[in-house]
């Protein structure tokens, strides 16, 4: 038995409402700051009409037979919450302690595959992180660098090669990241000031 299915249409998706919300507080040496957002679907994620062409063949020597149909795919969405905090301990005017920790979850819901081309969401995944890091302040400029530490876990479509015809699976995944970061803020007059000096 061969199998094949090709296709064309169109692909539309719909942009959530999205409010966010974030306070800070300065409270001695240290600063606080709490964000939220939050994601209110109104449609489907990803939507399409397709139209198919199915080519089937039973043997080598078998006549392939041709099918078209038109066929309608989505992908649901679902309302998501992502806060984050952050805080900032001053050791000196100069220079700070910082770390955060915040998330990121997936507005799509658990994926559910068609034995077709109609996968539109090949994988979705949640993610948490936490950072720390050196901050260091200068009239005129700054510079922060630290590490941020993510953590994240899901789902992803795999093909299942012991199924005849082969098919769709979803299978578990996670991933570990480490990011190195660093950045700065200064101006101009800043660096006319160190080129004179």
Do not use: K
């Not at 009409?49 to 020597?61: C, I, L, T």
């Not at 919450?81 to 700070?96: D, H, I, V």
């Not at 915040?102 to 539109?120: D, T």
């Not at 480490?178 to 000096?197: E, H, K, Q, W």
């Amino acid at each position: 038995l061969a199998l094949s299915t090709s296709g064309e249409g169109a692909l539309r998706t719909a942009l959530p409402i999205r409010t966010a919300l974030g306070v800070g507080v300065s409270w001695g040496p240290w600063t606080f700051e709490l964000d939220g957002s939050l994601n209110i679907p109104i449609d489907d994620e990803l939507e399409s009409e397709v139209d198919e062409v199915e080519n089937r063949s039973e043997g080598a020597d078998a006549a392939v037979s041709e099918t078209r149909s038109r066929a309608s795919y989505r992908v649901p969405s679902r309302t998501t919450f992502n806060p984050s905090f952050g805080a900032e301990y001053y050791l000196s005017p100069s220079l700070s302690l910082l770390a955060g920790v915040s998330s990121n979850f997936s507005s799509l819901r658990s994926l559910r595959p068609v034995a077709s081309i109609g996968n539109l969401a090949q994988a979705r995944s949640d993610h948490l992180s936490a950072s720390f890091g050196v901050g260091s302040y200068w009239n005129g400029g700054e510079l922060l660098f630290g590490l941020q530490f993510d953590y994240g876990w899901g789902q992803s479509l795999a093909v299942n090669p012991y199924a005849v015809p082969n098919d769709w699976s979803v299978v578990d995944m996670r991933s570990y990241a480490i990011t190195f970061v660093i950045s700065g803020a200064t101006d101009l007059n800043a660096i006319l000031r160190t080129v004179d000096n």
